[in-house]
């Protein structure tokens, strides 16, 4: 049993202050000392101490002293005094708030973390171009099979979408200039116009973005699993190197796969153009595929090959990348699969105006 007395600003607490009474203290308190700043708590009173009963002490002291260090605590034997002190926690240093950074040091910090990832990407790269080298004239390392399944995985799922978003692109590139071809009686340039579009920029970049969006989040969401299932530290100690066993099938399936698809990206695209141009702009089919080869050089030709094997790289390694960066579990691995994406897509981009400055 406990009980609490208020002598103006002294406090007077006897009985148990313990885990049982604390409650009941604390109402007492409240409703005695609604406006009142106690300068003394007595404690001589006090038969039994706990924890409890010191933390309702201090939070005595800091709501109803408003300066906890101008209150008197009195009255405490020896016993009492060393619970007291043991348990209180008005005496631990304060922790100051945490200064907010100014906007130099985020900037120096940003840097700072943008060199080290651009490190580590340039690091892997590689360790990739390395072992990629290096696995393409020895296969004793490589798991039997590992190529053809990932120009599968990576190549040929990947076909239908591809044909299908190509068509419709051409069909909606030529939809969209033949009607101002047409105005001005040029209909015979839709074919040109179609052809070096297609070649040129639309082909490449569409199959780019969308096996970036298909196949890279796919790279990323692998390694990444096997990192937070320690597959990887598994691989390690069976003397296997994680990159060469996980990452150089994909390179070299992806390095064949990618131009084939930029081809058949391309194909459909002058199909889907040319439903327009014989259909809409009443071309012949002859006209229509002797005008679209005329346009294109052999120089073109090899500028979107070597533009789609770039952007198959860069998949490759920023998808890798992301997956050996993640930490925590799934939902670490949602948000590597997220980055790889919108970092393949915004690198594909760059890369391709990189080209388009330097081969216009």
């Known amino acids: 049993m406990a009980e609490l007395k208020l002598n103006g600003n002294n406090l007077q607490i006897t009985g148990n202050l313990t885990a049982e009474t604390v409650q009941e203290i604390s109402l007492q308190a409240r409703r005695a000392c609604k406006t009142c700043k106690l300068s003394k708590i007595d404690l001589s ?5 706990d924890s409890a009963g010191v933390a309702l002490i201090d939070e005595l002291q800091v709501k109803l002293g408003g300066d906890s260090s101008l209150i008197l605590i009195e009255g405490l034997s020896d016993f009492h005094r060393a619970i007291y002190e043991t348990f209180s926690s008005l005496k631990l240093p304060k922790r100051l708030p945490e200064a907010k950074p100014g906007l130099f040091e985020r900037l120096g910090s940003s840097l700072v973390e943008r060199g080290r990832s651009t490190y580590e990407v340039l690091l892997l790269s590689s360790e990739v171009f390395y072992w990629s080298i290096v696995g393409a004239f020895n296969r ?3 798991r039997k099979g590992s190529l053809a399944q990932q120009a599968y995985l990576l190549g040929s799922t990947a076909f239908p979408i ?43 970049l569409i199959t780019a973005i969308i096996v970036a969006g298909r196949s890279g989040s796919a ?3 692998e390694i990444a699993t096997m990192k937070v299932t320690e597959e990887l530290d598994a691989l390690r100690v069976m003397a296997l190197n994680p990159i060469r066993y996980t990452v150089v099938p994909k390179m070299h399936a992806i390095t064949i796969v990618m131009p084939i698809l930029v081809m058949f990206s391309i194909l459909f695209g002058m199909i889907g153009g040319a439903f327009i141009g014989l259909g809409y702009l009443d071309m012949s089919f002859k006209t229509f595929f002797s005008r679209s080869i005329e346009v294109i050089y052999l120089k073109d030709i ?36 997220t980055m790889s994406v919108v970092s393949s897509i915004f690198t594909v981009i760059v890369i391709d105006a990189i080209f388009s400055l330097l081969y216009l």
């Open 45 to 49: 009173g006090l038969q039994s101490l």
């Open 162 to 204: 591809i044909a299908l978003l190509s068509f419709i692109i051409g069909f909606i590139l030529s939809l969209q200039s033949g009607i101002q071809l047409r105005t001005f009686g040029a209909n015979i340039f839709l074919a040109d116009l179609l052809s070096f579009t297609m070649v040129r920029e639309m082909g490449p």
């Open 219 to 221: 790279i990323a969401s």
């Open 140 to 142: 004793r390392a490589a």
């Open 302 to 337: 090899i500028i979107t090959f070597a533009k789609s094997t770039v952007f198959a790289w860069a998949i490759v390694i920023i998808g890798a990348f992301y997956g050996f960066q993640v930490r925590g579990g799934a939902e670490g691995v949602g948000k590597a699969t």
